[in-house]
Protein backbone atom coordinates (compact mmCIF):
# COMPACT_ATOMS: atom_id res chain seq x y z
CA UNK A 1 0.00 0.00 0.00
CA UNK A 2 2.88 2.28 0.68
CA UNK A 3 4.51 2.09 -2.39
CA UNK A 4 1.21 2.51 -4.21
CA UNK A 5 0.29 5.72 -2.41
CA UNK A 6 4.66 6.86 -3.05
CA UNK A 7 3.95 6.07 -6.89
CA UNK A 8 0.68 7.98 -7.04
CA UNK A 9 2.15 10.82 -5.28
CA UNK A 10 5.32 10.99 -7.51
CA UNK A 11 2.77 10.78 -10.19
CA UNK A 12 0.91 14.39 -9.23
CA UNK A 13 3.86 15.76 -8.29
CA UNK A 14 5.40 15.06 -11.74
CA UNK A 15 2.01 16.59 -13.69
CA UNK A 16 2.20 19.60 -11.15
CA UNK A 17 5.78 19.88 -12.13
CA UNK A 18 5.23 20.00 -16.19
CA UNK A 19 2.69 22.76 -15.42
CA UNK A 20 4.49 25.24 -13.23
CA UNK A 21 7.32 24.72 -15.38
CA UNK A 22 5.87 25.57 -18.69
CA UNK A 23 4.74 28.50 -16.66
CA UNK A 24 8.22 29.29 -16.23
CA UNK A 25 9.39 29.34 -19.34
CA UNK A 26 6.13 31.40 -20.30
CA UNK A 27 7.17 34.11 -17.97
CA UNK A 28 11.03 33.74 -17.17
CA UNK A 29 12.03 35.86 -14.53
CA UNK A 30 15.68 36.60 -13.78
CA UNK A 31 18.02 34.66 -10.98
CA UNK A 32 17.96 36.52 -7.54
CA UNK A 33 21.45 37.11 -6.19
CA UNK A 34 22.59 35.10 -3.25
CA UNK A 35 21.02 35.82 -0.05
CA UNK A 36 22.38 34.84 3.47
CA UNK A 37 20.33 31.87 4.67
CA UNK A 38 17.99 32.99 7.85
CA UNK A 39 16.43 30.60 10.43
CA UNK A 40 13.67 30.23 8.12
CA UNK A 41 15.96 29.63 5.45
CA UNK A 42 17.28 26.77 7.84
CA UNK A 43 14.46 25.69 8.58
CA UNK A 44 13.08 24.99 4.90
CA UNK A 45 16.10 22.75 4.29
CA UNK A 46 15.37 20.56 7.51
CA UNK A 47 11.38 20.36 5.97
CA UNK A 48 12.92 19.37 2.00
CA UNK A 49 15.42 16.81 3.39
CA UNK A 50 12.36 15.53 5.26
CA UNK A 51 10.76 14.74 1.95
CA UNK A 52 12.75 11.83 1.12
CA UNK A 53 12.09 9.85 4.64
CA UNK A 54 11.66 6.25 3.18
CA UNK A 55 13.20 6.82 -0.18
CA UNK A 56 15.38 3.30 -1.74
CA UNK A 57 19.13 3.11 -0.99
CA UNK A 58 20.83 3.40 -4.11
CA UNK A 59 23.63 0.66 -3.75
CA UNK A 60 24.12 0.40 -7.54
CA UNK A 61 26.94 2.79 -6.82
CA UNK A 62 28.51 5.43 -9.69
CA UNK A 63 29.07 3.92 -13.13
CA UNK A 64 31.39 5.91 -15.17
CA UNK A 65 33.10 6.09 -17.97
CA UNK A 66 34.53 9.14 -20.14
CA UNK A 67 31.07 9.74 -22.00
CA UNK A 68 28.64 12.78 -20.63
CA UNK A 69 26.30 11.52 -17.35
CA UNK A 70 22.80 12.32 -17.42
CA UNK A 71 21.47 14.60 -14.66
CA UNK A 72 17.77 13.78 -13.33
CA UNK A 73 14.82 15.56 -13.34
CA UNK A 74 13.62 15.44 -9.88
CA UNK A 75 10.72 13.19 -11.24
CA UNK A 76 12.98 10.64 -11.92
CA UNK A 77 15.16 10.39 -8.56
CA UNK A 78 13.63 7.50 -7.21
CA UNK A 79 16.74 6.32 -4.65
CA UNK A 80 19.15 8.12 -3.12
CA UNK A 81 22.97 7.37 -1.73
CA UNK A 82 24.26 9.77 1.26
CA UNK A 83 25.74 12.14 -0.76
CA UNK A 84 23.10 12.20 -3.58
CA UNK A 85 20.66 12.41 -0.30
CA UNK A 86 22.71 16.33 0.77
CA UNK A 87 22.99 17.20 -2.85
CA UNK A 88 19.60 16.63 -4.30
CA UNK A 89 18.22 18.54 -0.60
CA UNK A 90 20.85 21.39 -1.61
CA UNK A 91 19.17 21.86 -5.22
CA UNK A 92 15.92 21.96 -4.14
CA UNK A 93 16.71 24.60 -1.78
CA UNK A 94 18.81 26.71 -4.53
CA UNK A 95 15.89 26.53 -7.01
CA UNK A 96 13.52 27.17 -4.41
CA UNK A 97 15.33 30.69 -4.51
CA UNK A 98 13.92 31.89 -7.67
CA UNK A 99 10.70 29.40 -7.93
CA UNK A 100 9.48 27.53 -4.57
CA UNK A 101 6.14 26.29 -6.40
CA UNK A 102 8.27 24.46 -9.64
CA UNK A 103 11.75 23.97 -8.79
CA UNK A 104 12.29 24.58 -12.12
CA UNK A 105 15.75 25.15 -12.35
CA UNK A 106 16.23 21.65 -10.20
CA UNK A 107 18.32 19.71 -12.70
CA UNK A 108 20.70 22.78 -13.82
CA UNK A 109 21.52 23.22 -9.60
CA UNK A 110 22.13 19.69 -9.32
CA UNK A 111 24.54 19.66 -12.18
CA UNK A 112 26.43 22.49 -10.73
CA UNK A 113 26.53 21.12 -7.35
CA UNK A 114 27.35 17.41 -8.69
CA UNK A 115 30.41 18.51 -10.80
CA UNK A 116 33.00 21.03 -10.86
CA UNK A 117 32.70 23.79 -13.07
CA UNK A 118 29.03 21.81 -14.05
CA UNK A 119 30.83 19.76 -16.17
CA UNK A 120 28.57 16.89 -16.04
CA UNK A 121 31.32 13.76 -16.73
CA UNK A 122 32.98 11.56 -14.38
CA UNK A 123 35.94 12.96 -13.76
CA UNK A 124 34.43 16.18 -12.77
CA UNK A 125 32.49 14.77 -10.31
CA UNK A 126 32.98 15.94 -6.76
CA UNK A 127 33.68 12.09 -5.50
CA UNK A 128 35.56 13.38 -2.54
CA UNK A 129 32.89 14.94 0.07
CA UNK A 130 35.97 17.14 1.67
CA UNK A 131 38.90 17.39 -0.90
CA UNK A 132 36.22 17.88 -4.40
CA UNK A 133 32.90 18.98 -3.07
CA UNK A 134 33.04 21.41 -0.62
CA UNK A 135 35.38 23.48 -2.93
CA UNK A 136 33.40 23.57 -6.21
CA UNK A 137 30.22 23.74 -4.93
CA UNK A 138 29.09 26.85 -6.09
CA UNK A 139 26.05 28.29 -4.25
CA UNK A 140 26.95 26.79 -0.77
CA UNK A 141 29.63 27.29 1.58
CA UNK A 142 30.20 24.85 4.33
CA UNK A 143 31.60 26.04 7.79
CA UNK A 144 33.95 23.93 10.08
CA UNK A 145 31.75 24.61 13.35
CA UNK A 146 32.68 21.14 14.98
CA UNK A 147 35.42 23.34 17.62
CA UNK A 148 32.33 26.22 17.87
CA UNK A 149 29.96 23.79 18.96
CA UNK A 150 32.39 21.13 21.08
CA UNK A 151 34.15 24.26 22.33
CA UNK A 152 35.99 21.82 25.42
CA UNK A 153 36.39 18.67 23.55
CA UNK A 154 39.64 17.21 22.63
CA UNK A 155 39.91 17.06 18.83
CA UNK A 156 41.75 14.68 16.97
CA UNK A 157 43.60 14.64 13.73
CA UNK A 158 44.48 12.16 10.80
CA UNK A 159 46.72 12.53 8.04
CA UNK A 160 45.55 10.82 4.25
CA UNK A 161 47.03 11.23 1.01
CA UNK A 162 44.34 11.13 -1.99
CA UNK A 163 45.36 9.50 -4.92
CA UNK A 164 42.95 10.52 -7.57
CA UNK A 165 44.55 8.86 -10.35
CA UNK A 166 45.10 5.62 -8.56
CA UNK A 167 41.42 5.97 -7.41
CA UNK A 168 39.66 6.45 -10.94
CA UNK A 169 41.82 3.46 -12.14
CA UNK A 170 40.75 1.12 -9.46
CA UNK A 171 37.38 1.67 -9.39
CA UNK A 172 36.52 3.19 -12.52
CA UNK A 173 39.17 1.72 -15.18
CA UNK A 174 39.96 5.38 -16.38
CA UNK A 175 43.12 6.95 -16.70
CA UNK A 176 43.29 10.70 -15.00
CA UNK A 177 46.01 13.17 -14.83
CA UNK A 178 45.62 14.24 -11.45
CA UNK A 179 48.41 14.68 -9.11
CA UNK A 180 48.38 13.15 -4.89
CA UNK A 181 46.75 15.40 -2.44
CA UNK A 182 48.16 15.75 1.24
CA UNK A 183 45.30 15.90 3.68
CA UNK A 184 45.21 16.83 7.04
CA UNK A 185 41.50 15.98 8.40
CA UNK A 186 40.61 17.29 12.25
CA UNK A 187 37.56 15.82 13.85
CA UNK A 188 35.87 15.60 17.33
CA UNK A 189 35.68 11.31 18.27
CA UNK A 190 32.38 9.87 19.04
CA UNK A 191 33.24 9.61 22.89
CA UNK A 192 33.59 13.53 22.92
CA UNK A 193 30.47 13.63 21.20
CA UNK A 194 28.80 11.29 24.10
CA UNK A 195 30.07 13.79 26.68
CA UNK A 196 28.41 17.24 25.76
CA UNK A 197 24.69 17.76 27.12
CA UNK A 198 22.13 17.94 24.34
CA UNK A 199 20.65 21.12 25.45
CA UNK A 200 23.87 23.13 24.64
CA UNK A 201 24.29 21.80 21.10
CA UNK A 202 20.49 22.90 20.14
CA UNK A 203 21.14 26.31 21.68
CA UNK A 204 24.44 26.11 19.44
CA UNK A 205 22.73 24.42 16.27
CA UNK A 206 20.90 25.73 13.00
CA UNK A 207 17.90 23.66 11.79
CA UNK A 208 19.90 21.65 9.60
CA UNK A 209 23.65 21.47 9.19
CA UNK A 210 25.73 19.21 7.86
CA UNK A 211 27.72 15.79 9.62
CA UNK A 212 30.99 14.13 7.77
CA UNK A 213 31.41 10.82 9.17
CA UNK A 214 35.59 10.46 9.33
CA UNK A 215 37.11 7.10 9.24
CA UNK A 216 40.04 5.85 10.55
CA UNK A 217 43.47 5.58 8.64
CA UNK A 218 43.54 2.18 7.22
CA UNK A 219 45.82 0.11 4.82
CA UNK A 220 42.40 -1.50 3.59
CA UNK A 221 41.51 1.83 2.00
CA UNK A 222 44.20 1.88 -0.23
CA UNK A 223 43.91 -1.78 -0.81
CA UNK A 224 40.30 -1.70 -1.96
CA UNK A 225 39.81 2.16 -3.22
CA UNK A 226 43.27 2.93 -4.40
CA UNK A 227 43.91 5.93 -2.04
CA UNK A 228 42.77 7.06 1.58
CA UNK A 229 39.41 8.29 1.61
CA UNK A 230 38.59 11.59 3.53
CA UNK A 231 35.23 10.99 4.57
CA UNK A 232 33.45 7.63 4.78
CA UNK A 233 29.47 9.25 5.14
CA UNK A 234 27.12 12.32 5.23
CA UNK A 235 24.45 13.34 6.90
CA UNK A 236 21.76 16.32 8.08
CA UNK A 237 22.03 16.93 11.91
CA UNK A 238 18.09 18.38 11.88
CA UNK A 239 17.61 20.09 15.15
CA UNK A 240 13.71 20.78 15.79
CA UNK A 241 14.18 22.79 19.52
CA UNK A 242 13.91 19.58 21.38
CA UNK A 243 15.84 16.82 20.12
CA UNK A 244 18.54 16.62 17.66
CA UNK A 245 17.92 14.15 14.57
CA UNK A 246 20.37 12.52 11.89
CA UNK A 247 18.71 12.81 8.84
CA UNK A 248 20.37 10.19 5.91
CA UNK A 249 20.56 7.87 3.33
CA UNK A 250 22.13 4.85 5.20
CA UNK A 251 22.03 1.68 3.79
CA UNK A 252 20.15 -1.16 1.54
CA UNK A 253 18.11 -2.75 4.10
CA UNK A 254 17.23 0.53 6.01
CA UNK A 255 17.29 3.42 3.11
CA UNK A 256 16.74 7.09 4.10
CA UNK A 257 16.02 7.33 7.64
CA UNK A 258 16.37 10.10 11.13
CA UNK A 259 17.53 8.43 13.78
CA UNK A 260 18.23 9.92 17.45
CA UNK A 261 21.46 11.75 17.19
CA UNK A 262 22.96 10.89 20.15
CA UNK A 263 22.21 6.77 19.43
CA UNK A 264 23.56 7.35 15.58
CA UNK A 265 26.95 8.50 17.31
CA UNK A 266 27.03 5.56 20.22
CA UNK A 267 26.46 3.39 17.19
CA UNK A 268 28.95 5.20 15.18
CA UNK A 269 31.48 4.79 18.30
CA UNK A 270 31.09 0.65 18.16
CA UNK A 271 32.74 0.73 14.48
CA UNK A 272 36.08 -0.30 14.79
CA UNK A 273 36.64 1.55 11.29
CA UNK A 274 35.09 5.13 12.12
CA UNK A 275 36.85 7.77 14.19
CA UNK A 276 34.20 10.88 14.43
CA UNK A 277 32.82 13.78 12.75
CA UNK A 278 33.09 16.97 11.37
CA UNK A 279 30.28 19.26 11.72
CA UNK A 280 29.17 21.83 9.09
CA UNK A 281 27.31 25.29 9.21
CA UNK A 282 25.45 25.54 5.57
CA UNK A 283 25.69 29.57 3.83
CA UNK A 284 25.37 31.08 0.85
CA UNK A 285 28.89 31.79 -0.75
CA UNK A 286 29.19 35.88 -1.65
CA UNK A 287 28.99 37.57 -4.63
Same mark, same amino acid.
Given at each position: ?7 ? =? ?21 ? &? ?15 ? =????? $? ?62 ? $? &? ?14 ? $?????? =? ?98 ? $? ?27 ? &? ?17
Amino acid at each position: MYIKIKKF =SIMIFAAGLLVCCIEKYLFAMPA &KPYEKITDAGYSRLAEI =SGEFL $GFPYDGAGIKCDETAEKIPELSEIKSLDCMTYVTTVLAIYQSEINDKKCRGNFTDNLRQIRYKD $G &KNTCLNRNHFFIADWI $GNNPFF =SFADITRNIFPAAKMEQKKITLNRRAWFEKNHSLQADFSSQDMTIKYIPFSEILKHDKRDLIEALDAASIIAVVGKKLPYDILKYGSDIDVTHVAFLINT $GKNLISRHARNIRQGTLEEDFFSHMERLE &KNPYLAGIIVYRIENKKL
